[in-house]
């Protein structure tokens, strides 16, 4: 069989169709990755390119706590985007998968057109509605309460307000993909097999949608830690993270190895967790992990 494939493999007709993809491949990603991974080693004078191929950056780089301190927030802020969004998604996705049948697609409309509005318009939408004298502090004081008393703008709590926003979407349809190919034959089977609907829950429904509760955090993890239109507006750049770091590096120090080098630190970073956790849940699913 191995053979059978190895020959299927050099056949000439499969390797001219797997062509495009290898060369948009090696043009989009490993050629731009490559020369990313060169630029570290060279240096900046006089807001100019010099290539001097020399560790000077990257010694920067590693002997600055500062750096680390910024890349450990914005882990800690994109797995705290990634719990919040689970969580909020699940039941939106369950009801939209099991209650709401008669008008899942308009809710799914709905979502895809808040989904796909400008990024930076929501974003400032959020700060006219959460500013001192915005629509938020107006409405309550209507109802009572005291004045200011939305006042966690330009905090980290805003920043992942805005953040769990605009990825909340990518849990919702993820999720609700893996709830809606669960076969409803196995939940009536538990049922008859004298399971309660929470246990029934528990041991079917929810292991039957781990993909898409995996799938979901993957892409919201990864998206989490480049965010940086955030930080800068909802959190005021009062605690910036990884991506707002590398702009500013790249944008307003005009020190381009340095930031090529903060940014390839965070994707190996990054990449390198959600390595880490796929190891481990493949380990539990072995039985190794208990």
């Not at 882990?75 to 039941?91: E, K, N, S, Y």
């Not at 409309?109 to 509005?117: D, E, G, Q, S, Y």
């Not at 959020?126 to 200011?148: E, I, R, S, T």
């Amino acid at each position: 069989m191995d053979q059978a494939i190895d020959r299927r493999w050099r056949d000439p007709e499969l390797l001219f169709k797997a062509l495009p993809s290898v060369v948009l491949q090696t043009t989009c990603f490993l050629a731009p990755l490559v020369m990313t991974f060169i630029l570290t080693f060279q240096r900046t004078r006089d807001f100019q390119l010099r290539w001097t191929w020399d560790l000077t950056v990257w010694t920067d780089v590693f002997s600055k706590p500062h750096y680390w301190t910024i890349l450990g927030h914005t882990l800690f802020m994109a797995i705290a985007c990634v719990v919040i969004c689970i969580v909020l998604a699940f039941p939106i996705a369950y009801g939209l998968a099991t209650r709401f049948k008669a008008i899942e697609n308009e809710i799914k409309i709905l979502i895809t057109f808040a989904f796909i509005t400008d990024a930076t318009l929501k974003t400032f939408g959020w700060v006219l509605f959460l500013d001192k004298k915005g629509a938020a502090n107006y409405l309550f004081a209507h109802l009572g309460f005291p004045p200011d008393i939305v006042a966690f703008l330009f905090t980290d709590w805003a920043t992942m307000l805005g953040m769990v926003y605009n990825l909340l979407p990518f849990a919702i349809f993820t999720i609700y993909l893996s709830i809606d190919n669960i076969d409803r034959s196995l939940i009536l089977a538990a049922y008859d097999a004298g399971a309660s609907k929470f246990r029934a829950h528990w041991e079917v429904t929810l292991p039957l949608c781990k993909p898409g509760i995996w799938a979901g955090s993957v892409l919201i993890f990864l998206l989490g830690v480049g965010v940086f239109l955030e930080p800068k507006v909802l959190g005021g750049g009062k605690s910036p993270m990884s991506a707002e770091l590398i702009r500013q590096t790249f944008e307003t120090r005009v020190n381009w190895p340095l930031g090529a080098a903060l940014t390839l630190v965070l994707m190996v970073v990054a990449v390198f967790i959600v390595l880490l956790f796929t190891r481990m849940l493949g380990m539990k699913r072995a039985g190794f992990g208990t």
